[in-house]
């Protein structure tokens, strides 16, 4: 037992529990004095046992309270006075609180035996912040565990392996540094001491019967972890390296840069096994943690570990996150993802976090990086551990792993690994650091040898490894190097790195979209319908239903399934969602407050007004047999950006469930644009991840101003791959969809799980049309036989009379309609473009041809000309359908629209003008 111990068991332990003195809130590093500008109140019997002051004569006893309070302050303030640094910049802190007399102690035996087991502990190579954590019994586990893993010893062989791990990570930059001087591969120079941390995670992995462990990292080190740790193949790398592809022959797709390269592996440690998956990333650093969340949720639910909701996950499937430092503390995404790592339906368990801490960031310094003292401090703000470890000491990270793993373990929390390092070249290998950090580098250059080579001289000289053992570790790896090198120029890539990451039995499942169009039956057997439908709207005898929803959602909708007709467009969305659930498909829609709808429109989520308690009524379907899917309502928090990437996790890791996110406003998309550029728009292009997660963008001029209008179509059509000179066709990246009536979207979402390939959906969805007496549609809309239609034909009883063709797309049309009946007009057709990518070419042109008449033909659009559809399918008229727009809609505008109300009744009354002129 050390002194420390014996020190606490010698106190009253429930005053030490209770302990949160006055002196521990001092943080006077630069003053004598406390923040709060008086000094702890000192006897002056404490300095001398035999003085009488006004308080009586000072007992032993009275001292221990002191001598906690010095204890309290190694916890707390440790980490100031750790030495984290391996290139020796940081200044040194003088922490007052940590010395003995600051509390009155004389130096004792046993005062000088407890400080020195605390500096041991929490002042040597590792700094542990747990004092800001709420809950006093993770305080007191952290005390515990950390001061017993500190006091062990690495054991000979676990340093051997890491001593070769950092090694071969070493060696391989030294060997492409020489074969290919100009290529960025960011390499782990520097930071070599990472690789033991992520070995020892993988280790225990292993040993705690974890099935898979989904990682991300951003590009520093990442192919040194790759090549040797991950099995990813050198031939593979430095093919890449030499220009060619990644990806097997014959495959569609761009690849991605080198530094995102991507692996899937099993490890075996001790006769157990771990898959590892290093999950692709874009280079918007920090972008890929939501995703490896939501990915890891995903297989979490795939595996039935964990039920819905609750957060409740086990250990079969782990989330290890890796940051750098700059953006940890510069990219918001990051809070957003910690926001959400305790929140319902978005919770797994608690990430692992590794911060690669090179002390720079691209080329600012840390000091001018950010305004805390530490880069890890924002995992504060959700109240979890932090580990601060200086990179020279591999053994300390190996004990930081061990402690982090058993926290994650026992609290299923996260929880953040902080390994200050250094880049031994500038941002990359070209790069010249002394333009800007002059005094760093040369600290760095003046470094006696690696961290690898260091650490094995001191195993040499311990006995630990042999000298002729390292070297000839050295020869073998440089060999089997050479050799791939050699090999490099006939290699070709036999299956994509990361294409089953789906799963291989999902991935399977899946096809490859074709360059032909194609229609799916997804009506479903009326009695089905009425069935869950009625079932959608069921409520507990028990439950206390608000009774505006008794009247306008549960007896609206029952009556409208009675009669068939004047469906709306919850109800047709409740009816998809419902019908997948009957097959056995679970279901997801997740979003601001998704559960309610922002327009009170949805209600799949009912809440007892008595006993505040949730019931979702289609997790109750009663079906026959009991095998319905799961719906997830998640109401998420206030973010879009890392719940929308979150989501495409979500659906990369179930391709086999329907996932919704869905936008308060359209307009709110543009938080998450990011993700929508660089994972959902690009996915299976770059990494051949099939996702078909739907966006669900609410969206129509309504005069609700700038922020509210306008889900910005024309970006999400700039960002699709579809050609102006080709026809329709399944394979393109996503559909972008302007539905009009309720029968669309229930044919629309159940299109996205029954056809055996995925695409992102895009939504324009209506606000308007959610209760708009005229949107609505009827069962037999939904019946076997009928489907999604790309274009929807006007109902005039003359096509021959037609000389007017408008061609319009979303809530729009019902404007245009109305119009024309109130004008009577006998001779213009108004067209619907539902489905605006794929374009509908052929279907147009079957239009066209019906109308044979129509001498004129026009576009028409709420939104501004910069805006909406026109740019995009105005040339694909002219190329593919073989006929010349003319414009009618808004003029250009800086904002998505205007915020005044009296202009936008203007532009309404010139809208229609417009059209009907002539």
């Not at 989904?214 to 080190?221: S, T």
């Not at 995404?333 to 929140?343: G, H, I, K, N, P």
């Not at 998809?576 to 949805?602: E, H, K, M, N, P």
């Amino acid at each position: 037992m050390t002194s420390l111990m014996l020190c606490r068991n010698q106190c009253n332990l429930k005053y030490f529990q209770r302990l949160v003195s006055p002196l521990s809130s001092f943080r006077g590093y630069h003053s004598r004095q406390g923040v709060y500008g008086f000094k702890p109140q000192i006897h002056a019997s404490h300095t001398n046992n035999n003085a009488e002051g006004k308080e009586g004569k000072f007992h032993s006893q009275d001292q221990n309270p002191n001598l906690l309070r010095l204890v309290e302050a190694y916890h707390r303030y440790g980490h100031l006075k750790a030495a984290l640094d391996p290139l020796h910049l940081q200044d040194t802190h003088n922490v007052p609180e940590l010395s003995p007399l600051f509390y009155g102690l004389s130096d004792t035996e046993q005062t000088s035996d407890v400080v020195l087991q605390l500096e041991k502990m929490y002042c040597s190579s590792t700094g542990v912040e747990f004092m800001h954590i709420e809950s006093l019994e993770e305080r007191e586990w952290l005390i515990s565990e950390h001061e017993a893993i500190s006091s062990q010893e690495v054991d000979p062989v676990t340093k051997k392996e890491i001593a070769e791990a950092m090694i071969i990570s070493q060696n391989f930059d030294n060997f492409v540094g020489s074969k290919f001087p100009t290529v960025k591969r960011y390499g782990g120079e520097g930071a070599e001491s990472c690789i033991p941390f992520y070995r020892e995670i993988f280790k225990l992995a292993a040993a705690n019967d974890v099935q898979h462990v989904f990682m991300c990292m951003a590009h520093r080190g990442r192919l040194n972890l790759l090549t040797g740790m991950l099995n990813c193949p050198y031939e593979l790398m430095f093919s890449k390296m030499k220009g060619r592809s990644e990806l097997p022959v014959g495959t569609k797709g761009i690849g991605d840069v080198l530094s995102h390269l991507t692996s899937v592996t099993k490890l075996n440690f001790d006769g157990k096994s771990v898959s590892v998956t290093m999950l692709p990333n874009p280079s918007h650093l920090e972008a890929a943690n939501p995703f490896t969340a939501g990915r890891v949720r995903a297989e979490q639910q795939r595996i039935q570990e964990g039920d819905y909701g609750s957060g409740n996950m086990g250990d079969r499937v782990i989330c290890l996150q890796v940051h750098g430092d700059a953006a940890i503390s510069g990219q918001g995404v990051v809070q957003e993802t910690l926001a959400f790592s305790q929140v319902p339906h978005f919770a797994v368990g608690g990430s692992l976090h590794l911060i690669v801490n090179n002390q720079v960031g691209y080329t600012t310094p840390a000091d001018r990086g950010r305004s805390s003292r530490y880069c890890s401090d924002i995992a504060k703000s959700i109240g979890v551990p932090i580990i601060h470890v200086n990179g020279d000491d591999p053994d300390a990270v190996v004990r930081a792993a061990r402690l982090a793993w058993n926290y994650r373990k026992k609290f299923l929390r996260d929880i953040f690994v902080d390994v200050l390092c250094y880049r031994r070249w500038g941002h990359n290998e070209m790069d010249e650091p002394t333009f800007t950090n002059p005094v760093m580098y040369s600290a760095i250059h003046s470094r006696g040898c690696s961290i690898p080579d260091a650490y094995c001289r001191k195993l040499i000289d311990e006995g630990v490894l042999e000298k002729e053992t390292h070297q000839n570790l050295l020869t073998t790896h440089t060999n089997q190097m050479s050799i791939a090198f050699k090999e490099a120029d006939s290699y070709s890539p036999s299956a994509s790195p990361s294409y089953s990451q789906v799963g291989e039995q999902q991935s399977k499942a899946l096809k490859t979209a074709t360059g032909d169009i194609t229609s799916w039956d997804t009506g479903v057997d009326l009695d089905v319908l009425r069935w869950v439908g009625a079932r959608s709207v069921h409520i507990p005898s028990n439950f206390s239903l608000h009774p505006t929803l008794k009247r306008g959602h549960v007896d609206a909708r029952l009556n409208k399934l009675l009669t068939g007709t004047n469906l709306d467009w919850s109800t047709a969305e409740s009816l998809a969602i419902a019908s997948l659930l009957y097959q056995g498909y679970d279901c997801r829609i997740s979003g601001q407050d998704v559960g309610r709808g922002t327009f009170s429109q949805r209600h799949c989520m009912l809440v007892d007004q008595q006993s505040n308690e949730v019931y979702i009524p289609l997790n109750d379907l009663g079906t026959p047999d009991g095998s319905q899917g799961h719906l997830e309502v998640a109401n998420s928090i206030l973010s879009e950006e890392a719940v929308l990437a979150f989501e495409y996790g979500n659906s990369v890791g179930r391709p086999d469930a329907l996932c919704i996110w869905e936008a308060q406003f359209g307009d709110f998309f543009n938080g998450a644009q990011i993700i929508i550029d660089t994972f959902v728009t690009s996915g299976e292009a770059k990494w051949q991840l099939q996702s078909g997660l739907v966006m669900v963008l609410p969206h129509g001029f309504d005069g609700a101003g700038p922020e509210h209008s306008t889900c910005r179509i024309e970006r999400f059509l700039q960002l699709t791959d579809s050609r102006e000179d080709i026809a329709d066709c399944d394979d393109i990246n996503m559909q972008v969809v302007n539905p009009t009536t309720p029968a669309q979207i229930f044919h629309l979402l159940r299109r996205q799980v029954i056809r055996p390939f995925r695409k992102p959906l895009i939504v324009a969805g209506p606000k308007l049309l959610l209760r708009f007496p005229a949107a609505v549609s009827t069962l037999q809309d939904l019946a076997p036989g009928t489907s999604f239609h790309p274009v929807l034909d006007d109902t005039l009883e003359s096509p021959a009379d037609v000389q007017r063709m408008i061609f319009v797309s979303g809530k729009h049309y019902y404007a245009l309609n109305q119009q024309r009946q109130e004008k009577g007009l006998k001779d213009v057709a108004i067209i619907r473009l539902e489905e605006l990518c794929p374009f509908p070419a052929l279907g147009i042109q079957k239009l066209v041809a019906k109308y044979s008449n129509a001498k004129e033909f026009i576009w028409c659009q709420e939104e501004p000309r910069n805006g909406g559809a026109w740019n995009f399918i105005e040339p694909r008229f002219r190329n593919v359908v073989g006929i010349n727009l003319r414009y009618s809609g808004r003029p250009v505008l800086a904002a998505p629209a205007v915020g005044i109300s009296a202009l936008h009744k203007i532009e309404v009354t010139n809208l229609m003008k417009d059209i009907f002129s002539g």
